[in-house]
Each structure stands twice: as C-alpha cells, then as structure tokens.
C-alpha cells in the first residue's frame, strides 16, 4: 500500500516523469528519457538554452525549458521567458491574414494593389524602411501580386531589401511562378492590410489571434513587461548578442514572445479555435511545389530530387511535407542568436516546438525531432541544419 502512495504522489507531483510522449509511427519515450536525451544532445553541440514543447492528440503533452536565458550570469531558461521568433512570425501573421479571407476582408487572389485608391509608392512612408516602396514607381510587376503569392514566397521580391547591391526593392521574378523565400513579400502584405483596415499590425495580431489565444506575453515591438524575464542569444562561442528593443512591428520577423505563448498559438491552430477547419486546410495545401537543394544560398537556385518523396511544397505561411503520417506543417526561425523549429502533422495531432537562443541550436533539430517525435521527414539539409557532428563534411 505504501509503494502505491508513492506512486500516486509520484504521477500527481511529478507528471513530466512519470507521462510518456507517442511518437508518430506508435512508439513511445518517456519524459525523463527525453530530458536526458535533450541534455546530452545540448552539452555535446554547446546549446545554452532550448526550450520544448511536444504535442500528442492535439495537445501539449511535455513542455520544459534547459539550459540559461544567459549563460554569463547562469540563469535558467523558463518556459515563461521572452523569446525573439524570428520567422515564427510569419506563420502566426499567416493565420491573421486567414481570418480576414474567413470574413471577406481578403481575397487571396485579388492584386494587392487593387485594395489601395493610389499606386503603393505614392505613400509617405511612416517607418524607418519597411513601408517605402518608391522604387517600385519603374516596377510593372508588382501590381500583379496577391496575398496568396505573399503567403506563398512566390511574390517575387528579394528576402530583404538590403540584401539587393543598392539595397533597392524591387520584383526579380514573374510573380506566382517561382518559389523563393521572402520577408519582403510579407511585409508588403502587411503594409496593404494596415491602410486597408486603419489599424496597426500589433491592433490587428492583438485582437485576432494573441487574445483569443490567451498569448499575454507576446506583440511584434518590445514591450516593457518583457524587460523583467527575457533571453538574450548565444553566439557559437557562447558570447552574447546585445538584446534588440528598438524593431519596428514586422509580420515577417519581429514577433516576441515565449514557449508558453507559442504552445498556446499551436494548440489553437491544432483544436481550429482561431480557423475554421476548412481554412486550417486551406493553409496547409501545397501552393507551389519546391526543388531546390537548399532553401537560402547558392544552392537555392540548383533544383534536386532529393525531396521528392516527401513533395516538399509551401502552404499559406507554413511549408510542407507529405509523410505516411499526412501533412507535416513546418515553420522554422532563425535570428542572431536565436534559432527555431515547429513541425505539426495535423491528421494524428503530433507536434513539436523548439525554441532556442543559441547558433547551435539548429545542428541537434535532426536528432531532436527524431528522438521526441520520430520525425525522419523534416528535410534537414534543405534547412541547412546540418547535425553537429556532421558538420565537418557539409
């Protein structure tokens, strides 16, 4: 009788332990066993901090944060800490923009320029950048584009501006025809969406998707109640990136928030409590297939059959994957000092968020994905997350 209270305490005071977490194919780990894998995998690639959550069924079944928010004063990483999300930014802008298509504020097809009464680049801009689009006074091209091309990272338009030689945007491509990843594109968006509605990205994210989410620690501009528990990135070597506070609101890349929030936005997205199914599968269709060797750099512009057998494609926000398991929808971020990964297979309600702030991060994602929830599918090189004890050969 008394084993039987200690083990009744035991799962009553202690259920990260005593749970297990179901992989995709059926087998399971155990909380404790993934605690260790996770620790071992972050001392051997010098992780200083990472924080998880796992979805089993649609739910949060495992959430814990290692390692410190700041490795010099050795402070621990909590679940409640701010986190910049870099690119999780786009997916979470991607649901927003997909209420306003459920309420017939949006059509995805309509051209973008179409909702403005004057041309875009006739517009006094009211940002430090993100919102002059003089040099497309010459550009014919961008009139064609929509808010499923932006979604789609088939705009045309350059990842950032300041990547260009005269750092000048412009539309390098035919829109709708190719695929090539673009914060641009969604900022564009973005940008027509605040004159169309009168209001800012941060009213429209706080109205739509972080309250009825519940996600009281996030905004896409720092705010000052994130100043008393927030992480600052790792560089490889372990050196710390100055905190940036000064970014002006951008769906593409500015969101802060945690790993409670994002577990929040997740699970709200798995249960269709910000969508309607049908929308939630509307996001998550494949829009252009993708072949590419590597999603950034030259080899961005090599085609491969590499990824055939999982029709590695893009969503509405999200990229995709086909497994025995059905869609995988993935969404990936990556900052100075903070780097991220979110995989959901929505038909069997598995899921995984990792969150870190620290360059090492991306070279445990193969080995973690496959460890917590048998993800043999996320293309690894295409993301360039080459596993830390492989990188001599990349």
Request: proline share 5%; aromatic share 20%; net charge negative.
């Given at each position: 009788m008394k084993n039987l209270y200690l083990l009744l305490f035991t799962i009553l005071y202690f259920p990260t332990h005593a749970q297990t977490i179901t992989k995709l194919d059926g087998s399971n780990i155990t909380a404790a066993a993934l605690d260790q894998k996770i620790q071992q995998l972050m001392q051997a690639a010098q992780v200083q901090g990472l924080a998880v959550t796992v979805f089993n069924q649609n739910q949060p079944v495992y959430k814990k944060a290692f390692g410190y928010k700041n490795i010099v004063t050795k402070e621990p990483l909590k679940t409640s800490a701010n986190l910049y999300g870099a690119s999780l930014s786009k997916a979470v802008f991607a649901v927003l923009v997909m209420q306003l298509v459920e309420e017939g504020v949006l059509d995805l097809d309509k051209p973008l320029q179409h909702y403005l009464p004057r041309p875009i680049y006739t517009y006094t801009p009211q940002t430090k950048w993100h919102d002059d689009y003089s040099a497309l006074k010459t550009d014919s091209l961008y009139r064609f584009i929509t808010a499923r091309m932006c979604l789609a990272h088939t705009s045309g338009f350059p990842n950032w501006r300041w990547v260009e030689e005269d750092q000048q945007l412009r539309v390098k491509y035919k829109p709708g025809t190719r695929y090539s990843y673009s914060g641009e594109g969604l900022v564009y968006l973005q940008v027509v969406l605040e004159k169309m509605t009168g209001k800012t990205l941060e009213e429209l994210m706080q109205e739509k998707v972080f309250a009825p989410a519940n996600m009281k620690q996030s905004s896409y501009t720092w705010q000052p109640r994130f100043e008393k528990d927030f992480a600052l990135g790792h560089k490889a070597n372990g050196e710390l990136y100055p905190k940036d506070k000064d970014n002006e609101a951008r769906s593409a890349s500015t969101l802060e928030t945690t790993l409670d929030d994002y577990t929040l936005f997740t699970q709200a997205v798995l249960q269709h409590k910000l969508l309607k199914p049908a929308t939630t599968k509307e996001m998550f269709s494949p829009q252009i297939r993708i072949r590419s060797v590597k999603q950034f750099g030259p080899l961005s512009q090599r085609d491969t059959t590499a990824n055939d057998a999982i029709a590695l494609s893009y969503g509405l926000g999200w990229g995709l994957l086909q497994s025995p398991y059905g869609i995988g929808a993935f969404k990936e971020g990556h900052g100075d000092g903070f780097q991220h990964y979110s995989i959901l297979f929505p038909e069997t309600g598995t899921g995984?968020?990792?969150?870190?702030?620290?360059?090492?991060?991306?070279?445990?994602?193969?080995?973690?994905?496959?460890?917590?929830?048998?993800?043999?599918?996320?293309?690894?090189?295409?993301?360039?997350?080459?596993?830390?004890?492989?990188?001599a050969s990349k």
């Open positions: 995984i968020i990792l969150m870190s702030n620290s360059d090492n991060a991306e070279s445990i994602f193969k080995y973690l994905l496959e460890a917590t929830i048998g993800d043999t599918y996320t293309p690894w090189y295409w993301e360039n997350y080459i596993p830390y004890d492989q990188q």
